[in-house]
């Protein structure tokens, strides 16, 4: 059994980027744990029960580092990095979902590389993989570098499991578009095979 960490800059990132993925760890009776690092304001979402809304998956534990966006661009990297240890030690995950580089926002650069620094010392033995998560930001970004962009080299089948996350979706988020753009994404990423994939890249592995 593995013990899951996805890190998720923006409150939803996490259903956005890997929904499917933890749902189908979820199924392999893996632990799935969630780190909020920036929540959402009230009124930026139609769905005010979180609890409910996490129990569709469900994760057996959710953290949060109680900041909203424009505070954690005011953060040096050392104090994210203080306050996102302080979870890592706590869970002991052997598996880490880290979001996207290839983003506009800043805070998704400030989050990676904290969050990196954790995951990746010899501090944290018990981490054994770390995935680079591919977020709908990142898809249509035109503010990055050509080494920024985002090439999956893991490629996870979601065919069982992309309607419930579609399902999740809904709970929260007022912009019916983004239900599109979930299907488009994971069909672009299976067109070869015919599959709905969630994509990633693989950063470390032991």
Do not use: W
């Not at 080494?147 to 499991?161: A, G, H, S, Y």
């Amino acid at each position: 059994m593995n013990n899951i960490l996805v890190i998720s800059a923006n409150q939803y990132d996490e259903t956005y980027s890997c929904g499917g993925t933890l749902l189908k760890h979820k199924f392999n009776n893996d632990k799935i744990n969630l780190l909020i690092c920036a929540e959402l304001k009230e009124g930026q979402t139609n769905f005010s029960d979180m609890e409910k809304l996490y129990s569709m998956y469900p994760f057996d534990s959710i953290s949060s580092l109680g900041l909203q966006s424009e505070e954690i661009d005011k953060f040096k990297i050392n104090s994210l990095k203080s306050k996102i240890s302080k979870v890592i030690n706590k869970i002991k995950p052997n598996i880490v979902y880290l979001p996207s580089r290839d983003n506009s926002y800043s805070i998704y650069d400030k989050i990676f590389e904290a969050s990196y620094d954790c995951a990746k010392t010899f501090e944290y033995p018990f981490v054994k993989k770390i995935y680079m998560m591919e977020t709908l930001k990142s898809i249509d970004s035109i503010n990055v570098t050509i080494d920024d962009k985002f090439i999956p080299n893991v490629l996870v089948n979601i065919d069982d499991f992309i309607e419930k996350k579609i399902q999740i979706v809904k709970e929260f988020e007022k912009n019916t578009d983004n239900e599109k753009n979930i299907r488009a994404t994971a069909t672009l990423r299976g067109y070869t095979e015919g599959k709905n994939i969630e994509s990633f890249i693989l950063l470390k592995e032991i």
